[in-house]
C-alpha cells in the first residue's frame, strides 16, 4: 500500500519532468527478456531493463553470479541520467533496506575501480569519504545506498547482504 501511495506521488512529477519519450521507455517492459519476472521490479529505461531483487538478500559475489546465471549482469550507472532514473525507481519500492549492489569493484587493484563488465569508471557518485579510509583494502565492492550514492563494502562477507540491481539487454 505504501508503495501505490508513493507512486501515485512520483508519477504526476514524472509527467512534469520527464524529457519527451523518457516515460515511455522507463515503462516499457515488453522488449525485456521474456524469462524475467513481469511481476516484480522490473523497468526499462533508455533500451536497458533493470530488475530490482529485494527478496533475497545477498552477498555482492552472490549477487553478481545470480545475475549472471540469469543472463544479465550487476547494474553498471554510466552516468546521471540513469543514477537519477533508478535513485527515483528506488524511492517507490518497498523492502529495499539499506541499498542495492553494483556492478563496481576494485578487486584487480586497490583504488582502481572498473565496471564488473570492464570499463573503468568516469562518472562516479561515491558518498562522503567514500570510498577507501582504513578499511578500503578489505572494502572491494560497491553498495548505492538509496540517497544514491555510492560506498565501499566487502564484496563476500556473510553480514553483508543486500538487494543488488541485475540489468538485461532489451530485445531487439
Ligand atoms: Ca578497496
Redesign the pocket.
Known amino acids: 500500500m505504501r508503495a501505490l501511495v508513493k507512486l501515485v506521488c512520483v508519477l504526476p512529477l514524472m509527467f512534469i519532468t520527464a524529457p519527451k519519450g523518457q516515460l515511455s521507455s522507463g515503462s516499457d517492459v515488453t522488449k525485456c527478456p521474456p524469462h524475467l519476472n513481469r511481476g516484480g521490479n522490473l523497468i526499462a529505461f533508455h533500451n536497458t531493463c533493470y530488475d530490482v531483487v529485494t527478496y533475497d538478500p545477498l552477498t555482492w559475489e552472490d549477487a553478481r553470479v545470480r545475475c549472471q546465471t540469469n543472463g544479465g549482469r550487476l547494474v553498471e550507472i554510466a552516468g546521471i541520467t540513469t543514477l537519477s532514473f533508478l535513485t527515483g525507481y528506488l524511492s517507490t519500492l518497498d523492502n529495499v533496506g539499506t541499498g542495492v549492489w553494483i556492478g563496481l569493484d ?1 578487486k584487480d587493484q ?2 582502481l575501480w572498473r565496471w564488473d563488465s570492464g570499463p573503468p569508471l568516469k562518472s562516479s557518485h561515491w558518498g562522503p569519504e567514500q ?2 579510509g582504513f578499511t ?5 565492492c560497491a553498495l548505492m545506498k538509496l540517497d544514491g550514492f555510492w560506498y ?1 563494502y566487502q564484496c563476500d562477507v556473510f553480514y553483508q547482504h543486500f538487494s543488488y540491481i541485475c540489468q538485461y539487454d532489451m530485445l531487439k
Open positions: 576494485d586497490e583504488g570510498p577507501g578500503g583494502w578489505l572494502d572491494d565501499d
